[in-house]
């Protein structure tokens, strides 16, 4: 089949060569269906009526060697036999003419290349595809001569004249056969690849033939294919319109300017950063509208990013319809007809030159990729331009995230100095330190410990008020309040960035086309396993309704079905086929084995959390008995420290070790559900990994806050462990400072381990596993190799696999910084430290080891921010329990209000310490031996009543005063928080106010320049209907009801009866016209064209 097209006109001029052939050729118009069969037939069905294939020859006069490109070449589409040289291909981003770019990439594993001949005199194979060169390599010397197809073939000097390149769709005679699955697989591709060139794209391949190793198809799109998508996928362009920026006045003036001096030394060096004060307005990209925009080079009016955005869409929605049922790349790379699809980076990362003749890639990679620029404000409308919106946001995001967090770290250190400044005039722990009070505590383990003087705790007393000060209480209504500023603040951010980047008024599924109920329609594609389930069920009522059709015969063989109701079921057949049927859909009955797995998996999820949490119990209680019955007294004094610092250190090995499993089980259980879309996927993906890694990573914080020391019991009533090991209990200064220890060993651990070197060792070491594979499989080639093009650099880099793992971590750590934050001022600050590298080392990341991800359109952070939301609730709660249950700030309170006889602190450890007869211990507790002498009574720290009492070792007055103390104190922080919050937020208007003035300003901008448009059309009209009565002198002029009225700006040409009739009726509401209203009258306008036609009919 040769196809040839025709940019000018729908037939394309016939074709001569040297030899006087000539011949007529076959167009293929712009907006041509992306069906599949069309393409691979229509060289038999040219040739059933009397049309032969298209001469072209590439073997070119002298005279047309030497000749630029004509326009209409550069549209004809060359598929393989191409050797690319690296100095014609710019580096490797263009095809071998150096004119044409690489937009995207296909790689295939070649196992064995399909053959490429020439045409000779025999007959074709039923199984070739002929495809048009467009002259841009030479002839195969030597190469095998493929026949003509259904007797029309050519003669050899013909067909050396005509030079058509064939594809052979099956095996290529005189080697050997493929593989069955191989075959299969190199028949998918090729009627891929034929629909990609019917849809209007260009495909180039190398010549060069490997046994092993991988293949690649360059793609590129070609000017009326961008426009055609362009306007297909709305994207919007600037126009030639532009408007000056409001500047401010006055003092906002001065101190801008100011700030913008201070701000210089911290902006990276960047041409895109500086957008000026003029602004361009955009618009819907339209064929009908090129006029109004500013096309100084088709080559460069789209970016790189878009253009593979809308060759990505093209991939996309391909079907493949005679090989496989299946609809897209997506699809075929899950079925492994192609290794992996991409759009190519703008060549090295590495910078050689001046910034001028920097490309973006090397751009981003100096000024934003590289550690040494860690003070400076991120690119990120050049981020945005790169790798698209969706990446840009997550980059804006965590850049606000960052840049808040300095605020919140400056206000935890200022509170953690507070603690220093006041350690020495507290005066709970300088009771707690004084060997005078001589408080004797209750045994901490059954019959091997001894008693023990409160004293002894004094260094925790002193580092538990670091932390469990008043100022703790103002820092958590603080970070509560940070955390709905932080939520504000972005909004305003997105809502700021989705102006600049013109994103405003985008509709959900604008960007997202696909194949539904016999059309495009905007929507997004199904995912490939969907579309296999989907495909499962359509086979198996298939098979049944096969079945049932085999019955039906034997049925009326026995006289069932005769006569009139044979006649009604026919009629009724009749009227099914004319209703559409409905369409094929997976329901909640096909889903309910995926539900299901899902449900159970989860509560066995948590369980194994719960399980890991459990375990460490058990760790801490068993070691701190054993390490108390050891005869060595620095073992002895050591318990609590070594106890809790190893357990720490197991919890975190166990929260990395499951955050690994958790992150792969919540990817299956989501292919279980089979969701139908990405979107999807992607969010049902999200909340489960956010649900089991949230559990991972908190339940052991839970725990300490909120249950530790809580169900321990009291001496001689104490609750046991397997009948053995009693509940731990918290430490004399409180369970604060172990909330604290557990906090930050797991942040800190966690930051480190987990989001730094496991992100820079494990794709360094899948990298290294890689190339050492590709090395074994690979033979040896010639030292004459070739340099590595860049489609070879970028697919050894890892394929961009999504920004879940990203917002992931920093959501976790968003917790770790909200939730707990009372027990812990410096988590901001730390925070802050790792996400400053972070920012580099993401940066990194996609600059210069993942291949360049397709330029994906969003207008927010998607289901984040209702996580993000909902944590800030949530951090609310958690915090008033915190301060109110695990800190002494509620106790400390009643005690000084209600039962100090001073009215000072003076005897507050005392109050909190109740009285135990040691007579009272159960057989076998006391302890065995002791170096306190005689002793009769001893200390817990509980609200109970004395031994001496009547209600003996019950809860005290105290204990109802300090819990109804707290349990007010949660509801009164709950509610000033939230009403602060709600403060805030109605404050901090969503839409600034310049965003708001400069989008009514856009929209009049564009009105005005459509109604001058709509104008300049009536007003060409008009004179060309003048111009015609002008032609006709012999005619006479129409009288005044039949004349043209004056076009004014608003003027149309009236319905009713104009004022010259005398019609007393109403008149017809004006409306601005458009050219379609004329179109019916075009035939008989005149065909000369002058530059006003050439301006408007586009």
Not at 55 to 74: G, M
Not at 1059 to 1077: I, K
Request: proline content about 5%; some cysteine; hydrophobic content about 40%.
């Amino acid at each position: 089949m040769a196809l040839r097209r025709s940019p000018s006109s729908t037939c394309a001029e016939p074709w001569s060569n040297g030899a006087g052939f000539r011949q007529p050729s076959t167009a293929l118009s712009e907006s041509s269906s992306i069906h599949s069969d069309a393409l691979c037939h229509l060289n038999r069905d040219m040739s059933g009526i009397g049309l032969k294939p298209m001469p072209y020859s590439i073997l070119e006069p002298e005279a047309l060697k030497e000749e630029p490109w004509s326009e209409e070449s550069q549209h004809l589409l060359q598929v393989v036999g191409v050797t690319s040289s690296p100095q014609a291909s710019g580096e490797g981003l263009y095809f071998c003419d150096g004119r044409r770019k690489v937009d995207y990439v296909l790689v295939f594993h070649h196992r064995r290349h399909s053959s490429i001949r020439s045409p000779a005199g025999a007959a074709f194979p039923q199984d070739e595809l002929s495809i048009v060169s467009n002259g841009n390599f030479p002839p195969t010397v030597g190469s095998d001569s493929a026949p003509g197809r259904g007797g029309g073939g050519l003669r050899r000097e013909e067909a050396a004249s005509v030079g058509e390149v064939f594809m052979e769709l099956g095996n290529a005679r005189g080697n050997e056969p493929m593989e069955a699955a191989a075959q299969e697989m190199h028949l998918i591709r090729q009627e891929f690849e034929s629909n990609l060139l019917e849809a209007g794209l260009e495909m180039e391949r190398d010549r060069d033939v490997k046994t092993h190793g991988p293949s690649f198809t360059r793609v590129h799109a070609p000017w009326p294919v961008l426009c055609r998508e362009a306007e297909f996928l709305k994207i919007k362009v600037p126009t030639k319109t532009s408007y000056e920026l409001k500047e401010e006045k006055g003092f906002g003036s001065s101190m801008s300017t100011m700030w913008r001096k201070l701000n210089q030394p911290f902006q990276p060096k960047v041409s895109h950063q500086d957008h000026g004060s003029t602004k361009f307005i955009s618009h819907c990209f339209s064929r009908d509208k090129l006029h109004l925009y500013n096309i100084t080079s088709k080559d460069t009016f789209f970016d790189n990013a878009t253009r593979g955005r809308i060759v990505y869409e093209i991939l996309r929605r391909t079907v493949c319809v005679r090989t496989c049922q299946t609809i897209g790349i997506s699809t075929l790379i899950a079925k492994g007809v192609y290794d992996a699809a991409f759009p190519l980076h703008d060549g090295d990362y590495k910078v050689i030159g001046q910034l001028e003749e920097q490309n973006d890639r090397q751009v981003l990679h100096e000024e934003w990729a590289r550690y040494s620029a860690f003070y400076k404000y991120q690119p990120i409308d050049l981020v945005r331009k790169y790798f698209g919106e969706k990446i840009g946001l997550y980059f804006a995001w965590l850049g606000v995230y960052t840049q808040l967090l300095i605020l919140a770290s400056i206000v935890g250190i200022i509170v953690f100095g507070y603690g220093v400044a006041t350690m020495d005039t507290n005066i709970p722990s300088l009771e707690m330190c004084d060997d005078r009070l001589n408080f004797t505590m209750c045994p901490l383990c059954d019959g091997a410990c001894d008693y023990w003087h409160l004293s002894t705790a004094c260094g925790t007393a002193r580092a538990s008020h670091l932390f469990d000060n008043p100022a703790t209480v103002f820092f958590a209504i603080f970070m509560s309040l940070w955390a709905v500023l932080f939520l504000e603040q972005w909004k305003r951010r997105q809502i700021s960035l989705g102006f600049s980047w013109d994103l405003t008024g985008m509709d959900e599924d604008e960007d997202s086309i696909a194949f539904c109920d016999g059309k495009w329609s905007f929507m997004e594609h199904p995912r490939p396993k969907y579309e296999t389930i989907l495909l499962q069920k359509r086979q198996k009522k298939q098979e049944k309704k096969k079945k049932k059709k085999k019955k039906e015969p034997e049925k009326q063989e026995d006289g069932t079905v005769t006569g009139k109701d044979r006649w009604r079921q026919k009629l009724l057949s009749a009227m099914a086929a004319g209703v559409p049927a409905a369409v094929e859909k997976l329901t909640w009955k096909d889903r309910l084995p995926g539900y299901f797995m899902n449900v159970s998996s989860i509560l066995f999820m948590f369980g194994l959390t719960f399980s890991a949490v459990f375990g460490v119990i058990v760790y801490r209680i068993t070691v701190s008995a054993l390490m108390a019955m050891s005869p060595d007294p620095e073992t002895k004094s050591n318990v609590r420290v070594t106890v809790t610092a190893t357990a720490v250190i197991i919890n975190l090995v166990v929260i990395l070790i499951l955050d690994e499993i958790y992150g792969s089980v919540a990817l299956w259980l989501t292919e279980l559900e089979i969701p139908k879309t990405e979107t999807n996927f992607e969010e049902h993906l999200i909340l489960k990994a956010f649900l089991l890694k949230f559990m991972n990573a908190y339940a052991p914080i839970f725990y300490v806050a909120f249950f530790k020391g809580r169900f321990a019991g009291r001496p001689g009533s104490y609750v046991y462990v397997f009948n053995n090991y009693r509940m731990e209990e918290c430490a004399p200064g409180g369970c604060l400072i172990e909330l604290c220890i557990q906090l930050s060993i797991i942040m800190l651990g966690k930051q480190l381990i987990q989001n730094n070197i496991f992100e820079i060792g494990i794709p360094k070491l899948k990298k290294l596993i890689r190339a050492l594979k590709e090395k074994k499989t690979t033979p040896k080639e010639s030292e004459e190799e070739r340099p590595p093009q860049q489609w070879n650099l970028d697919y050894a880099l890892a394929p961009f696999e999504g920004l879940t793992p990203e917002y992931m971590e920093m959501i976790i750590q968003f917790g770790f910084v909200s939730l707990f934050v009372a027990s812990f001022p410096l988590a901001p600050l730390f925070a802050l430290l790792n996400n400053v590298i972070e920012i580099r080392l993401d940066a990194k990341k996609f600059v210069t080891e993942l291949r360049r991800p397709v330029a994906a359109r969003a207008k927010d952070i998607g289901i984040w921010y209702n996580i993000l939301s909902g944590m800030g609730k949530l951090s609310v709660i958690i915090n008033a329990f915190v301060i109110s249950f695990t800190s002494d700030f509620v106790p400390r309170l009643v005690y000084q209000y209600m039962f100090s006889q001073t009215g000072t602190m003076h005897g507050f450890i005392d109050h909190t310490l109740s009285y135990f007869n040691v007579s009272n211990f159960r057989p076998g507790t006391a302890p065995l031996s002791t170096e306190h002498g005689d002793i009769s009574v001893c200390r817990y720290k509980d609200y109970r009543e004395p031994p001496w009492s009547p209600d003996a070792y019950q809860f005290s007055k105290q204990y109802w005063c300090v819990l109804s103390a707290r349990l007010a104190f949660v509801i009164l922080f709950q509610n000033l928080v939230m009403f602060l919050g709600l403060m805030v937020a109605w404050v901090i208007p969503d839409v600034p106010k310049t965003i708001v003035e400069q989008l009514k300003r856009e929209k009049k901008l564009l009105v005005n320049l459509f109604l001058q448009e709509e104008k300049e059309k009536l007003q060409l009209i008009q004179s060309l209907f003048v111009k015609d009565a002008s032609l006709h002198p012999d005619n006479q002029a129409p009288n005044q009801g039949q004349g043209f009225p004056i076009l004014g700006r608003y003027s149309t040409l009236p319905i009713g009866p104009t004022a010259g009739d005398g019609g007393g009726g109403p008149r017809a509401r004006c409306r601005a016209a458009s050219f379609s209203q004329f179109s019916g009258n075009s035939s008989s306008l005149p065909r000369k064209e002058n530059a006003n036609s050439r301006h408007t009919a586009v």
